[in-house]
């Protein structure tokens, strides 16, 4: 017992470091510094866990505008932060396919680690729901499932897991759908293969709930998403199974072959 409490109260602490760091180190470049005389800061898009975004204009083609990411300044010291930077550096640039942000620098600035990569335009699902309230019938959310599944199965094919199918960072874009965020992604061995695409089958679980959700209207005491969702018996099927609930699928071709052959019927 007094060994959890030390452990939680040093977890605790560790937390608190962490924020006291992250205040003290964290502040975003400024807007108009250029950087590598090369990239002028325009706008902050966000904080994630590992870096700080922000769309930069390039003096070299003042009409192109790149996502640049760095490094949060509190994980440069940190192994994980740094091999989650090159990691997705690197992973970024084995992916040519539009669908993915094409790599365009990775550089130290200033003791800065920076990564410049092209701006998807589009909105995210997760604004598509929350901000715009869009409604996706189950023929939709399938479609929209489809779609994704077929970025990811470029992804598997490379032996690379994205590991963060969340819906901010799935794009929609004007005739196609984009991946976003590589800062979790990691390349698996081929025979760890099978084990390792089970975290983007159960994110994509997830992504599909949220579409599915959007045309629910809460009404009484909170149930499981098999009581509160009116969906087809195979759509739960295909859920469970993504989920692990029922026997996994064994890779992504699986769910394409089931989600397709409902969508003929
Ligand atoms: N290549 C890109 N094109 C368009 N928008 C992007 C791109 N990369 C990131 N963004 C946007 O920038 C914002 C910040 O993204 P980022 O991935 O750095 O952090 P996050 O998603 O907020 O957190 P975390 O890294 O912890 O997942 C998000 O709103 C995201 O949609």
Redesign the pocket.
Known sequence: MEKKAKSQKSKSGNYMLKHIKRLLFDHPIKLNTIIINRYVVKEV???????I?YIVQDLRNEEHHY?L?QLRPSRKGTKKGKNSFLTEADILASLTNAEF?TLRNAFIWDNHYCIV????HGK?FEDLIFEEDRKFSEQEALKALLDVTDLVQILHRKGIVHN?LRI??I?LREKSISI??F?LARRVEESKKQEEIQDDLYMLAHFLLFLLYSTYTPSGREKSWEEELSIHDNVKVMIRKMFGTAPCYKNIEALQNDIQKHLKK
């Open positions: 898009l966000g904080f994630g866990g590992f870096g975004t996502v990411k942000p990569m092209d701006y998807i995210t963060d901010p960072n794009i976003i965020d800062g």
